[in-house]
């Protein structure tokens, strides 16, 4: 079975500075995706970033990055230039796909980031 | 917002009452989901549902009894629950694919209180 293990629990960066929360996960499978929520005070989960694991190349979203290390089952996350409305609860998650098409996300612990002004 | 809206925000309900959860999206999807989010544990993949057939039934009790009558909605039926379910309830939805990948959009969640 797939996991996925956040180790950080709650970290907490100066408004503008560079952070990085960490997840590694463990699987057997070869094809899969991985993915970084964002659940802030809100609940609602937004997508930050996906990586699909045939790629070598770190996904990028604006101010977000990953890196991601297929043979460490590492894949990190990059804040940069944080900003006051990063503060939120980051899910790493791993997802296979399902029989019929549907997927499935298993998520690790969280981080809980708080940025301050 | 994401397309995927849950109805009510917050319940507050006894172990003998009879509730229900509901999901609707608006997205063209064909995959529905519903998610456990307890405190200090990672999310629980709960149900799966894809063309309005369940696939997935992950080891939930009985007293959760999900319904999919079309693509766009989902239900949780909830009755003599129990206090360790108090948890936030999350829906999601994606498109149905075969290559597999594709983003989960959520909701909001329901806020459940069992008293």
């Known amino acids: 079975a797939q996991t996925v293990t956040q180790s950080q629990p709650e970290m907490s960066v100066q408004e503008a500075e560079t952070v990085t929360l960490s997840c590694t996960y463990d699987?057997?499978?070869?094809?899969?995706?991985l993915f970084w929520y964002k659940q802030p005070p809100s609940r609602q989960m937004i997508l930050v970033i996906r990586q699909e694991a045939y790629k070598q190349q770190n996904a990028t979203e604006n101010r977000f990055s990953v890196n991601f290390q297929k043979a460490a089952k590492s894949f990190s996350l990059k804040i940069s230039d944080s900003q006051l409305g990063d503060t939120a609860m980051y899910f790493c998650?791993?997802?296979?796909?399902?029989?019929?098409?549907?997927?499935?996300?298993?998520f690790g612990q969280g981080t809980r980031l708080t940025i301050n002004p | 917002e994401t397309g995927v809206t849950q109805t009510p925000r917050h319940l507050v309900m006894g172990m003998t009452n009879k509730k229900s959860l509901k999901c609707e999206q608006h997205l063209g999807h064909n995959a529905m989901y519903w998610y456990k989010q307890s405190a200090k544990k990672p999310l629980e993949l709960m149900f799966v549902y894809n063309f309005k057939e369940q696939t997935e039934n992950n080891s939930v009790p009985s007293r959760f009894s999900p319904e999919c009558p079309n693509s766009s909605h989902l239900f949780l039926h909830l009755h003599t629950l129990q206090p360790e379910d108090s948890a936030l309830y999350l829906c999601a939805s994606s498109r149905r694919t075969g290559t597999g990948g594709e983003k989960l959009f959520f909701g909001s969640g329901t806020q459940l209180s069992v008293l």
């Open positions: 998650a791993f997802m296979t796909p399902l029989l019929e098409g549907a997927q499935k996300l298993v």
């Open positions: 699987t057997s499978e070869s094809n899969y995706y």
